[in-house]
C-alpha cells in the first residue's frame, strides 16, 4: 500500500470510527432518557393509593336503647341517635329512631280459571274452589268486623280500594284466615282478583322528644331517660351492624381496586415497552463496541504501515 493510499485509508477510518464513537454516544443518550422514563413510571407506580379492603369491626356502632309498652301510641323499641341539652340545663332535645311492629293486610292474588266463586243455590251459599282442590264455604263477616278489615285493606293499600261494602272470609290449608271483596264474590268476578290476611309488619320511623330527662352513672354513661317527665325508662346499649354501609363500602373498594389494577397493568405494559427499547439500544451499542473495536485494529494496522511509508521515504530521500 502507498503512502497516499494509506493516509487515505487512515482518514477514512478516523472518520468512521469517529462517527461510530458518536453514534454511540447517541445511543447512551437515549438509553439515559429510557431509564428516567422508567424512574419516572416506578415513582407513579409507587404514588398510587393502593385500596384496602373494609373491615366488618369498623361497620358497628354501639347506640342506647330503650323499650316503651303499655302505651296508647308510643310502644316500640327506641334506638337514640343523638341529643344535646337544651337552655334550662335540666332538659334534653333527644333524636331517636322508633321500631315497631304493626297489623297491616297482605294481598294474594287468584286466577278465575283456577279458583273459580260459585253459588250454591239450595244451600243459598257462596265457595271457593282450589283449596286442596276442594269447594270452600266463604262465610260472611258481620257489618262491625267488615268495617275493620275494610279499614285495615285499605289502608294498607290506599291505591286499591275495597269497592264492596262487606266481606266474606276462609280459611287455607295452614288455618290462615283470608278476607274477600262481596263486590267480586257477588258480582262477575274478573280474570284475576285479590284476597287479604292480616299480619305484623315492622315500621320504623324516627322521632324526636323535645324534653326528656335524662339520668347518668358514675362513668358518665346514659342509664335511664323519662320522655314526659313522670314515667322512667331504663335505658340499655345494642350493638348495631351497619351492613347497608359495608355493603356500599365492599363496592367503592370494589372499583377503586378495579381502576388500581388497571393503572398497575398500564404502567407495566409501557414499562416493558421501554425495557424492550432498552434491550434493542443495548444490542446495538454492542455492535458498536464490537466495530469500534475492530476500526481500532485496523487503524493501528493502517498507522503501522503508514508510519513504515514515511520512514521508506525520508530514508529514499535522505
Known sequence: MG?????????????????????????????????????ALYSKLLALDVPIAPDTT???????????????SDDGEYIIKSYYENADGTTYTVNTQKSYNKEVAVGTVLKKDKNPITYDVPSGTYSISGIEDQPTALTKLSEEDSANM??????????????????????????????IDSSIVEGESPDEYSTYAKSQKEFTEDITFENATIGFDENNRMNSISLDGTTTLEVGTTRVYNSEGYDAALRDYTMSKDEYDKMVADLNAQTETLQQEDKVLELRLNQIDTEQNELQTELEAVKSVLDKNIENTFKTFA
Open 3 to 39: 503512502l497516499a493510499a494509506s493516509q487515505a485509508r487512515f482518514l477514512g477510518i478516523t472518520a468512521r470510527k469517529s462517527n461510530i464513537e458518536y453514534e454511540g454516544q447517541q445511543v447512551n443518550q437515549q438509553r439515559t432518557a429510557l431509564a428516567e422514563e422508567v424512574n
Open 58 to 72: 369498623e361497620f358497628y356502632e354501639t347506640n342506647y336503647d330503650f323499650s316503651v309498652t303499655n302505651t296508647s
Open 150 to 179: 275494610i279499614a285495615l285493606i285499605n289502608e294498607s293499600y290506599p291505591n286499591k280500594q275495597v269497592q264492596g261494602t262487606y266481606l266474606y272470609s276462609y280459611k287455607d290449608t295452614s288455618g290462615v284466615t283470608h278476607y
